[in-house]
């Protein structure tokens, strides 16, 4: 029998036969393919070099040769077709049979882990329902299809195990009623013994279910369970489709005749449903559809309906471009509602370009911050619907990177040419004002978009992706059957190298690496801010000097220092914890602006504690270029000062510097380890210039806003971890 | 000192010794990677190898040296793998009725020319030359150096993936996108279909892990062919079978050799002049 000699302590083979045998006249077996319920399949070679498949039969023989031997002469595009059958010299049966090199349709749905894409599940929808369609022309049932059965080749569906397939006799009662098979795909009617086609209707529709959700509709830990599930308990059909639970429904009834009646009915009503046309197939499938909620507008090309289907269950899933560039029609809307305030307060001097001005940053905030919530309020969406129609943001077609800040700082411009410090009154006027203008400007918008046609919904993939609560691959039934389940899926990792790598990729970082990896930019930190304090203090010794004049401020550079590293040890805290995540660049700035509040209080503490001013009297509060030195577009927030006496700057005062600074700058490119450079001296003067547009609209000691930003900058820089581009790879899920 | 400052010194000490101590936990490798990384480094390294008793005699060993040498692996329940350990293949399309001799290193049931592409492994990397067919859908003109994870395109229908699963070899494996890709032969078989083709450099690792060359997702353990004396070894982690005989740790490999172990098994076939 060809079994390997004894002598061996260890675990049987798995296949009867070695490599080389020669059960039958004419043929050699190469390797073993696998062993499925019936017997095990071999992989071999005629003498002349035709490759086929071998099947020996080694369990109820009898039945199956019965059933084979109907199918020896038929052929179709669709089946395996099988040459012959044969008896070797021990009296075991083989088919001989095509030798199909492709993927099964189970592993193509083990490929795809929450479901194929549609077109896939057409493809093969179209050839299963090819071939069995025939094979209930001539009168046999398959009676075995699930998706270990099913296999593609190049691009070509093909149904196997067609030797299983059993005559439909006038009696319809068989005298052998096993079970056979997996369980999952088997109709209820099977167990009881009378079936017809129409068990092959269902197992298609076992089948379409796993394809679209990826796990089958019954699981149980026992043939039993599942078994009692196909005869009692409804399948779920949440996860599917709207359009297409009708037709799954229909084709997973318990009882036979309210199924369709056959495999053809039961593809066209698939059709049907999926590109929305309702075709004359059935009075049952062409109510329920539409009595599903309509979605879409008249005159929609099929192709759209395929991926509005795909829409109508995705509501969450939109794309995000970045909520800090708005639109172009967004900035004009801004723009407008700023020239509005302007106008209406009535004052074309300064106090009402400084509202204006004021109204428009407002406008601005508050755009990005209903982006961000999704618009959740009734009247704002066809206001965002109407500004992100036009959905190209400002700059994305290569011109200037963020020009939002274009317009902004042109109104900066104008305004520090005309104004004054005084901004007592202006908690007063601008900001019940400028809320008030984007009230009526979206009151008027939605009164506007009434009129116009809805704008295109976001197109999401063509994959549809299901609930997630979905997601457990179906457990493996030991009992029922030899054939290889799939086990809990393990996960093949693949590294993908790539010198292109930019932080923006998306990689998958384990918590411990990250915190190793912070570890040790910390630990760096220290000595780094260490040696660029004592450069300042060498380039200009006067800067840390302390109020009695005699020699260098240890509590000056102290307050420096560690305000530097503190600050350090937050930004690369913040930028290592959220590398490599998908977060766009708003929320990051988010976190940014929370942690440099942190860092500001903290700043303040140490000033505190330490008693000291970081800098001498008020002269060092630069202003702008264009205004008095000492004049700092705004001195208070409101009613609190940003500075107290003796020009130390109040707690408000810090926390507004740090918390501004970080939320503004994209610091998590410094800290990335896939920056093109490891140190760039032009993010550091960019740093300082952000700065000093900071410390000069909201009054800060500027030159130690500026010596603090370019340490900070370079610290994190040179801290953080880098990876040369050579080095560069991400983990790829398989 | 000002205490601020201590305070500091303080601090960045602990901060330094915690990381120290992360990064030592860090450096620890999983048991597997140990394992077969201990095996492989073995294999490289060792100066001295230890004989097999139960040496077969009967199969003629396979010789890596001749050109032209192409080694067939039938594994059961994979597929069949071929092994390619020159230092280029030339791939080409089916011969020509009447010619006795096949054009190509590896002649593929595809429209192609007579010498359609080559790959040439040049120390680690890769170097492929096509007369028409693109690299990752971008035309190739002359040749180009292959990275890991190109799709690789002879002429209009045929695709293949190129990779260099592992980190510690320099082989590499080119196997069908999703698609089949035709079937293929060398020396004057019969077209036959081929799950994939190893470039062998040094090593072929056969198992589980995502760094086989050849991927046996059931197997429990992992088998490593090498090259050794211009001849092939198997190297196996656990108690194998050489041809029917018990196999203690490395054996040479001859043209028919069968070798089995705890749930798995092969066949090397040798296919040449």
Known sequence: MGMLTSGREWETMKFTFAPESRPLEGYTIKRAIYRGGFGEVYYALTDAGREVALKLLQNNAEVELRGVQQCLNLSHPNLVTIFDVKQDRDGDHWIVMEYVAGETLDAAVHRHAGGMPMEEVRNWLRGIADGVGFLHDQGIVHRDLKPGNVFSEAGVVKIGDVGLSKFITPSRRSAQTQSVGTVYYMAPEVAKGRYGREVDVYSLGVMLYEMITGCVPFEGESTGEILMKHLSEKPDLEPLPPRLRPVIDRALQK????????????????????????????????????????????????????????????????????????????????????????????EPGEDGVLVAWVTTCFSYIGYTLLRRMKSTWAFTRPVLAFVDSDSQPVGAQGGLRGSWVIPAAAWAFLVTTFARADMADFSEVAIPGSIGMFVLGAILHAICSAFRTAPQPARTADHWTPPPARQSPPRPIRPVNHQRRHQPRRTARHYYRNRKLTPGAFRAMPFRTRLSQYANSATLVVPIIALLTGSVELLSPQFFASVSGAGPGWENIAMFASTAVIASWVLIGLSKWNEGRRLDGGTRRLLQMVGGVAVGLAAYGISETLLIAPAPPADVYAGTLWSQ??????????????????????????????????????????????????????????????AWLVSSIWAFPSVWAMTWAAVISSAVQLASVWTPPEERFIAKEV | MRPVVLFLWVQSVGVQALACSLKAELQHSTPQNLVSRSCLSSVMLEGRWRRTMNHTLHNREIALDQPGTTVLLWIDGVGCWMLCPGESVIFGGPVEPGSSRPSADLCLMANLRRQHARIERMGESYRWKTVEGDVNGRTVRGETFLSDGDLLTLGPNVQMRFRQPSVLSASAVLRPDNRTWPRMFAAMQ???????????????????????????????????????????????????????????????LGDGTVVSGDGWRFRAEVVGD
Do not use: N
Request: hydrophobic share 45%.
């Open chain 2, 190 to 252: 019969t077209p036959g279909s081929v799950d994939g083709i190893v470039l062998m450099d040094e090593v072929c690792l056969l198992g589980p892990g995502a760094d086989a060359h050849v991927p046996c997702p059931d197997w429990a353990e992992q088998v490593i062919l090498h090259r050794r004396d211009e001849k092939l070894w198997v190297r196996t982690p656990g108690r194998a079978q050489l041809d029917s005989r018990a196999m203690t740790d490395a054996s040479p």
């Open chain 1, 629 to 690: 030195p000492g004049d700092p577009m705004f001195v208070s927030v409101g009613a609190r000062p940003l500075f107290v006496e003796g020009g130390r700057p109040s707690l408000l005062g810090y926390v507004a510097f740090f918390g501004i600074l970080f939320g503004l700058r994209r610091w998590w490119w410094h800290a990335d380890a896939f920056r093109s450079k490891r140190f760039r001296i032009g993010s550091v003067l960019l740093t300082v210039l952000l």
């Open chain 1, 255 to 346: 009882d036979p005749a309210k199924r369709f009646a056959s495999v053809t009915e039961l593809h066209q009503a698939f059709e049907a449903a999926v590109l929305g046309k309702s075709s004359s197939v059935d009075e049952h499938v062409r109510v329920v559809v539409t009595a599903t909620p309509p979605t879409d507008q008249p005159g929609r090309a099929p192709v759209d309906r395929v991926s509005e289907l795909e829409q109508t269950v995705v509501d969450q899933a939109t794309v995000a471009p970045s909520i800090w560039r708005p639109t172009r029609r967004a900035l004009l809307f801004i723009l407008g509602i700023g020239l509005l305030a302007l106008v209406m307060s009535g």
